[in-house]
Every structure is written in structure tokens, then in C-alpha cells.
């Protein structure tokens, strides 16, 4: 019963982080069935989302029926498992480590205090979630860094069966705290042992938390500032965005263009493998918001067609030494033709019609570039800048918003 359970716990979490069913916000409620993702970032963002709500009773349950979760319906856990059963020998091999994963939770929680939630990327669901996102069309090599934290669990797991499970995973260690308050709870009348600090929370968890703030609020320093990676529409500013994010590649799968790929290194050290817009191969199409209703911690969040469509994620910028207009003197407005939103106006230069940018009104939606027929080079590029509202448009009859 219970492996029947765990194979059809593992093949709905696989359906629903290829976002093959046609419900897609049932792949969002998936992530936020872990109190980890949805809990710290709610901490994180200082608000509490519906989301938050999915990951509450796992925590409960946990406290009654120790890891339940981790038991029933972890889609991480049961192929760490059945890679460890390829190695029966290996079993006693962690039986000495230390458990990381309750220190790793403390840091996790004192960095959200802080306001920028570490290493939510090392949550299973995030993990098994960033797998099945990497294989997309196209399928980029960027996307392929999402795949890899699957991959490396299995092997671990493989090395040193239930290694992951019992001592790394932060949602373990997050049921096995929620098990710990209730048994605090029933002996409150026994004195705490000496080594601990209320609530039998030791040392090194204590510290953890207090170095998980600490290393937060350094971290947030090194996001970038005035000039970040253009980022999914509905991205909270940079340095919360970067910290919430979990790099689960929901957001990445969800796009029906494939112009979200994994920032490695624009953002700096914060905001590596978060989503970044690349205008390569299509510019952000102006009703779609699919990006928004997928993100399971807060980092994106979700708009509704008329929000984004007057949401400015970027600044186009000319380049007049690379553009036919400016620099060669010939008439191209091509720009101009394909943006949708009315932000490329025109200038008389040496007698021919000159493309120029609408700061007001450009929303960075990338058609101008993706169209730009300059070459080797695009004339004109958009840059990132912190999220702001537009000047809004007249509505010539929008589509129904799906959200």
C-alpha cells in the first residue's frame, strides 16, 4: 500500500513539474506543499501568501506521525531510496555524520529574518521540480544547471543510502522540529537539559541561525543594484528577488517562448541560476503571464494581464553608432513597426526619420531588440532596470485575462 502510494505520489509530482496537466496552478500548489519553500518565504517577503497555507499542515501532521511526508509522498526522498537500495552495503556509512540538515534549517530560518532565505534551492521538491523544468524546448545548456541537484541526490544516496533523508534534507529537518516542539510541549514540566536552549534547540543550531541572518544581510549587499538582469515580469526588487527565489525552474517551464534562462553571474554571486529574460530567440509577448502563476515562494509575484501589460521590466537603449537610421543615414523604423506598446517615437537626422525611446512608456519587453535587423550587432538592446510601473496604455480590447 504505501509503495503503491510513493509510486503514484512520484509519477503526479513528475506530471505536474512537466506542467503537462492542464491545470498548471496545481504545479505551483506541488512546490508549495513544503512549509520550507512556502513558510520562509513568507518570512522572507514579510507576507503571507495562499501557498503558505498548503505547507502548514504538513508541519502539523509531522508533529503526530514523524515525517509523513518524507514516508508518503516526497517524490526526492523515493528515488534517493531506490538508488539506495542499489547499494545494501553502504548503509552504515552516515551513521556518524552530523545532522546538516537541522543546522542547515536554522540558517535557513534566521536568513529569512533577515530577509533573504539561503539555500531554499536545497529544498526536494525545489530539487526534483528544477529537473523535469531543465528539459523544455528549446532546451538551452544553461537550463541544464537546474537538472543537476537530482542527479547529484541520487549519487549521494547511492554512495551513502539514506544519507540525504536523515541528515541533509532541510524539509526533514523541518518535521522533525515540528515532532520536537510537540514532545517539548507534553514534558514542559521536566527541566531543559543544560546543553540547549529552550526548546531542545542546541548550540549549533542556535548559531546557525544567528550566521544564517548574518550571512543574509551580507548577501543582499551583493545583489545587483540599479542595473540587474531583466527579470521575469513581477519580480520583486533584486535583492529579495534573488534570495527568494528557489531556483525550481517553474517559471522557466511555464514560459511558452523560452526567453526565461538561468542568470549565471549578471546578478551577481545573489542572484546566480535565478531567472533571467534573454531576448536571443523572442521578446516578452504582452498578454502572457504564465511566469507569474507558477513561483511557490513569492519571488515573481502574480499579475494579472493588465498589471503586466503596464509593468516596465526593462529600458530599450539606441545605440546610434550601430543603428541604420542614425549612423547610415537610411530609413529604418523597424522598431518603431513592432513595439507594441507605442514607446519608440521619431527625429528628423540629417533629413531621415530616426528612431528614439519613450522612457515613460517602454515597458522592455524586447520586441524592438528580437527585431532590430542590425547586424552583426543590435542597435537596440534593453537593459534591466528595478521594476516599476508604466504609463498605461488605452485598452483596445485585451483578451480575457486566464489568470
Not at 526534483?128 to 544516496?157: D, I, K, M, T, Y
Not at 522598431?335 to 507605442?342: A, G, I, R, T, V
Amino acid at each position: 500500500m504505501r509503495r503503491g502510494l510513493r509510486i503514484l505520489a512520484f509519477l503526479l509530482a513528475a506530471l505536474l513539474a512537466l506542467q503537462v496537466l492542464p491545470w498548471r496552478a496545481a504545479a505551483r500548489g506541488f512546490l508549495g506543499l513544503s512549509p520550507v519553500l512556502g513558510g520562509l518565504g513568507a518570512l522572507a517577503a514579510r507576507a503571507a501568501t495562499p501557498w503558505l497555507l498548503l505547507g502548514l499542515p504538513v508541519l502539523v501532521l509531522a508533529a503526530f506521525r514523524s515525517r509523513w511526508f518524507c514516508r508518503y509522498l516526497c517524490p526526492t526522498g523515493f528515488a534517493a531510496e531506490l538508488a539506495g537500495r542499489l547499494n545494501p552495503r553502504g548503509r552504515g556509512r552516515f551513521a556518524r555524520w552530523p545532522n546538516v540538515g537541522r543546522v542547515l534549517l536554522a540558517i535557513l530560518v534566521g536568513a529569512a529574518a533577515c530577509g533573504a532565505p539561503l539555500f531554499l534551492w536545497l529544498d526536494p521538491l525545489a530539487i526534483f521540480n528544477g529537473f523535469f523544468a531543465a528539459w523544455r524546448a528549446p532546451l538551452a545548456w544553461s537550463s541544464c544547471a537546474f537538472a543537476l541537484g537530482l542527479p547529484l541526490v541520487l549519487l549521494l544516496s547511492l554512495f551513502a543510502p539514506n544519507a540525504w533523508c536523515q541528515k541533509l534534507c532541510p524539509l526533514g529537518a523541518a518535521q522533525d522540529l515540528a515532532a520536537r516542539l510537540r514532545r517539548s510541549a507534553r514534558r514542559r514540566e521536566k527541566p531543559a537539559p543544560e546543553k540547549s536552549f529552550g526548546l531542545d534547540l542546541s548550540r549549533r543550531e542556535f548559531l546557525g541561525a544567528a550566521a544564517g541572518g548574518a550571512a543574509a544581510l551580507a548577501l543582499r549587499r551583493t545583489a545587483a543594484g540599479k542595473n540587474p538582469p531583466i527579470r521575469p515580469p513581477g519580480a520583486r526588487p533584486e535583492d529579495q528577488f534573488a534570495a527568494l527565489c528557489a531556483r525550481c525552474g517553474a517559471c522557466l517551464r511555464a514560459c511558452p517562448y523560452g526567453i526565461l534562462q538561468p542568470d549565471l553571474g549578471a546578478g551577481g554571486l545573489a542572484g546566480l541560476l535565478a531567472p533571467k529574460i534573454d531576448y536571443s530567440r523572442a521578446n516578452c509577448f504582452e498578454y502572457c503571464n504564465e511566469c507569474t502563476k507558477v513561483c511557490p515562494t513569492g519571488a515573481i509575484e502574480r499579475l494579472a494581464l493588465e498589471a503586466k501589460r503596464n509593468r516596465a521590466i526593462g529600458l530599450a537603449e539606441i545605440d546610434r553608432s550601430k543603428c541604420i537610421a542614425w549612423h547610415d543615414g537610411q530609413y529604418c523604423m523597424v522598431c518603431h513597426e513592432f513595439c507594441p506598446y507605442l514607446a519608440i517615437g521619431s527625429t528628423k537626422h540629417r533629413g531621415v526619420e530616426c528612431p528614439t525611446v519613450k522612457p515613460e512608456m517602454c515597458r522592455g519587453c524586447g520586441a524592438c531588440q528580437v527585431n532590430c535587423p542590425a547586424l552583426p550587432d543590435k542597435a537596440i538592446v534593453v537593459k534591466g532596470i528595478p521594476q516599476r510601473a508604466a504609463r498605461p496604455l488605452p485598452d483596445y480590447g485585451a483578451p480575457a485575462d486566464g489568470a
